[in-house]
């Protein structure tokens, strides 16, 4: 290896071709062990070697080096996550107590997943922040975020992925390995909370790193073409996370799936060739044609009893929270996320009577490729490839008992919430002539008398309503063909060519 300018300050032994490397810094080395590979190619001119670099400190050459890497944590160093008192909010709340636990879970089969309480017994220590690769705002955004943790919370663990941390070059993160499933492993006993900066993939891409496991509540802001999940702004995010560490926030729980492979015996199929597992996901499973010419013959399964045979591109089995994604394309229906179901939602079918099933959650869902098939089946999870089905073979999907606990800033739960959500939507509903505000919700008082005086209903305030109005514009009428947003009316070209003069 040729000497470089500078003087390493670590050397590092690979595990299979007994080679040291040197780095200028701590903090390329742990970048180095999150990777799990290197090539030496890439160091110095040598052999290449691609095998799993499992490196150790060999030596240390200065007393600032000892420093360095003590400040450079791996993740199983780190707490485990405090644990949180979760409950639902409105008139169950005097039936249903808070649980104490680390982990948010949810019954299979429950009727409610609507807004719960958040209670921290401890403040927490380990921070996850997500964003958009390839953005340059995204990682303006979590540099800022990054500032002020470190500045107002200083005791608090910053958690990043391999690319952001090699963006930001910051020794003080801990940096982890999403594509080894020890390290998501390690990560769900350790992040208390998670921040996603980006669009709703974003939040997809998180609920991907706790596939396996229970998911830590998950504040997010809109930063991308898509931001229906949770539209905040991240202007306000100080305020915002201020409100989250105090427990001043409630958190929607947005039902997931669970599925599973299997053949024609019933036998579990690993998809990665490896170990059989569970994957629990956040919008849909679709089982489609894929690159196939032709349509795909699938028998759809409930509870063991068949349904039908589908002729059709494929089907998909969507959360409510996936109702308004590929399902809604596909002209399924869109469902509130608090009623806790299974949509199974035809694509393209050859029959014109086939439309969407709502089914219960407790509901188990097979779809098997039919035998006949003239094809096999792509099996799409979140919008990733997952595996490819052969005839006889089939997949299972059930409710997961690990919903996505997203932060909703309600009222209700002590904090204020105008400066953190687009409350564009109020004037727009006002200039379209809607009846605002909304008018008292009969409620029912101690002497058992109907009184009305609450806007909100027994299941608390519900922003999901508000949200679908905002960013889908829900029932909102076509836009005139001369003018985006306006109606090509003569006013509105006026108006224009007055502003460009």
Not at 96 to 118: A, C, D, E, N, Y
Not at 161 to 179: G, R, T
Request: charge should be neutral; aromatic fraction near 6%.
């Amino acid at each position: 290896m040729q000497r470089s300018s500078y003087t390493p300050t670590l050397v590092g032994l690979c595990s299979a071709c007994r080679k040291r490397i040197a780095f200028a810094n701590a903090a390329s080395l742990f970048h180095a062990l999150a990777r799990s590979s290197i090539n030496h190619d890439q160091i110095g001119p040598s052999r290449g070697c691609n095998a799993p670099f499992q490196a150790r400190i060999t030596r240390r050459q200065y007393s600032t080096t000892k420093s360095a890497a003590a400040s450079q944590r791996c993740l199983s160093d780190l707490p485990d996550k405090v644990e949180i008192l979760t409950g639902p909010l409105g008139r169950l709340s005097k039936i249903l107590k808070p649980r104490q636990s680390s982990k948010i879970t949810t019954r299979v089969g429950s009727s409610f997943g609507g807004v719960h309480s958040l209670r921290w017994t401890s403040t927490p220590n380990n921070l996850l922040i997500v964003k958009k690769q390839n953005d340059a705002k995204a990682l303006r955004a979590m540099k800022h975020v990054i500032e002020h943790v470190k500045a107002v919370y200083p005791v608090m663990n910053i958690l990043v992925e391999p690319d952001a941390f090699q963006e930001l070059n910051a020794a003080e993160l801990i940096v982890f390995n999403p594509e080894q499933s020890s390290d998501r492993a390690v990560l769900a006993q350790k992040a208390d909370v998670a921040i996603t900066l980006g669009g709703d993939g974003s939040i997809l891409h998180v609920s991907s790193l706790f596939d396996q496991s229970p998911v830590p509540p998950v504040l997010s802001f809109s930063m991308g073409t898509l931001g229906f999940l949770l539209p905040y702004s991240i202007s306000a995010f100080e305020s915002a996370f201020q409100m989250l560490v105090q427990g001043k926030v409630s958190l929607m729980l947005r039902m997931r799936l669970r599925q599973t492979l299997h053949n024609g015996r019933g036998e579990d199929i690993c998809s990665d060739g490896s170990r059989c597992k569970d994957i629990h996901l956040m919008n849909e499973i679709a089982l489609h044609r894929g690159r196939d010419p032709h349509m795909t013959t699938i028998d759809a399964f409930v509870n063991g009893t068949h349904l039908t045979r589908a002729i059709s591109d494929g089907l998909i089995v969507a959360t409510p929270t996936g109702s308004t994604a590929y399902s809604l394309s596909a002209g399924g229906p869109i469902v509130h996320p608090s009623v806790q179901s299974l949509l199974l939602t035809p694509i393209c079918p050859r029959s014109l009577s086939f439309r969407t099933v709502l089914l219960p959650s407790d509901t188990t869902v097979q779809l098997k490729v039919a035998r006949e098939s003239r094809s096999s089946a792509d099996l799409s999870v979140d919008g990733r490839h997952f595996h490819t089905l052969q005839p006889g073979q089939y997949l299972q999907v059930t409710m997961s008992p690990y919903p996505i606990p997203c932060v909703n800033f309600s009222t209700e739960a002590g904090g204020p919430q105008e400066d953190v959500r687009d409350a564009s939507h109020v004037s727009r509903l006002i200039e379209e002539g809607a009846d605002y505000p909304a008018p008292a919700i009969p409620g029912s008082s101690n002497d058992g008398e109907n009184t009305a005086s609450d806007s909100t209903s027994e299941r608390g305030e519900d922003s999901w309503v508000r949200d679908i109005n905002t960013l889908l514009r829900f029932n909102a009428s076509f836009a005139g063909r001369g003018l985006l947003g306006g109606n090509g009316s003569y006013e509105d070209i006026h108006d224009d060519c007055d502003q460009t003069k």
